[in-house]
C-alpha cells in the first residue's frame, strides 16, 4: 500500500477565489488520479494526473477550471478555480501502485472544500 | 456505459447479526469489482475486489463479497456485525485492465450502522 497525504484537510473560501489542494505520497507511484465527492453523493473521477505531461480530463472537467500538475512520481496539485458554491465538495486523491495492479487505489483523506 | 447501483441508502444491523450490503453493476466486457469502506473524516480504505476467479471473495475485517455474474451483483457480507463496522460503504466497477482504463465507476453509498 501506499501512505498519501493531502495539504489542506479542509478549508472554507470566497467566490470567486481559487485553492490549491496538494497531495503527496510516500513512494514513486506511476498513477495518480483525482477525484470529487459532492455532498451526499458518489465518487467522481476529474482527471489523472500524468508526470511530466498534461494531465488527462474526465469529460465534464476542463483544465482551465481544475488545473493539474504532477512536477514528479510521488506529488501532485489540483487547483480549483474561480470558485462557486456548487465547487464545495470533498477531492481525493488516489493512487495506483505499480507491481501491484492498476485496479487497486488507494485514496488520501481527502480535502473538504466549502465555498461562500 | 458503466454503472453501479446501491439500491439502500442505509443499512440497519444488530451487533452479532449478519449484513449485507447490496450492490449491482452494469459493464461493458468482464467486471472488475471493488468495494471501499469510508470512516467518518477519513479517506476510502480499499476491503476487497473481484478480478477472475472463485466467486467469493475474502477482504479485510472479515468481509466477504460474492459474484454472481447472471444477477450482475457483488453483495459484500460479513457474518457477525461489530459496531466498528459502522461506515459509508462503497462500490465500485470498473471494465479495463492496465494503463489504458483508469476509470473506477462508483455506487452512491450505502450507510451502514451496528446497533449495539
Known amino acids: 500500500s501506499a501512505v498519501i497525504s493531502q495539504k489542506p484537510s479542509r478549508d472554507i473560501c470566497q467566490r470567486g477565489t481559487s485553492l490549491t489542494i496538494q497531495c503527496q505520497v510516500d513512494?514513486?507511484?506511476?498513477?495518480m488520479f483525482w477525484y470529487r465527492q459532492q455532498p451526499g453523493q458518489s465518487l467522481t473521477l476529474i482527471a489523472t494526473?500524468?508526470?511530466?505531461?498534461?494531465?488527462?480530463?474526465e469529460s465534464g472537467f476542463v483544465i482551465d477550471k481544475f488545473p493539474i500538475s504532477r512536477p514528479n512520481l510521488t506529488f501532485s496539485t489540483l487547483t480549483v478555480s474561480n470558485m462557486s458554491p456548487e465547487d464545495s465538495s470533498i477531492y481525493l486523491c488516489?493512487?495506483?501502485?505499480?507491481?501491484?495492479?492498476?485496479?487497486?487505489?488507494?485514496f488520501g483523506p481527502g480535502t473538504r472544500l466549502t465555498v461562500l | 456505459a458503466q454503472s453501479v447501483a446501491q439500491p439502500e441508502d442505509q443499512v440497519n444491523v444488530a451487533e452479532g447479526n449478519p449484513l449485507t450490503v447490496k450492490c449491482t453493476y452494469s459493464?461493458?466486457?468482464?467486471?472488475?469489482l471493488f468495494w471501499y469502506v469510508q470512516y467518518p473524516n477519513r479517506g476510502l480504505q480499499f476491503l476487497l475486489k473481484?478480478?477472475?476467479?472463485d466467486n467469493l471473495v475474502k477482504g479485510s475485517y472479515g468481509f466477504e463479497a460474492e459474484f454472481n455474474k447472471s444477477q450482475t451483483s457483488f453483495h459484500l457480507k460479513k457474518p457477525s456485525a461489530l459496531v466498528s463496522d459502522s461506515a459509508l460503504y462503497f462500490c465500485?466497477?470498473?471494465?479495463?485492465w492496465g494503463t489504458g482504463a483508469n476509470n473506477l465507476f462508483f455506487g452512491t453509498g450505502t450507510r451502514l450502522t451496528v446497533i449495539p
Open positions: 465500485a466497477v470498473r471494465s479495463g
Open positions: 459493464v461493458s466486457g468482464n467486471p472488475y
Open positions: 473481484y478480478i477472475t476467479g
Open positions: 513512494s514513486q507511484v506511476t498513477m
Open positions: 494526473a500524468n508526470q511530466g505531461s498534461e494531465a488527462t480530463y
Open positions: 488516489s493512487v495506483g501502485l505499480a507491481g501491484i495492479s492498476y485496479n487497486e487505489q488507494f
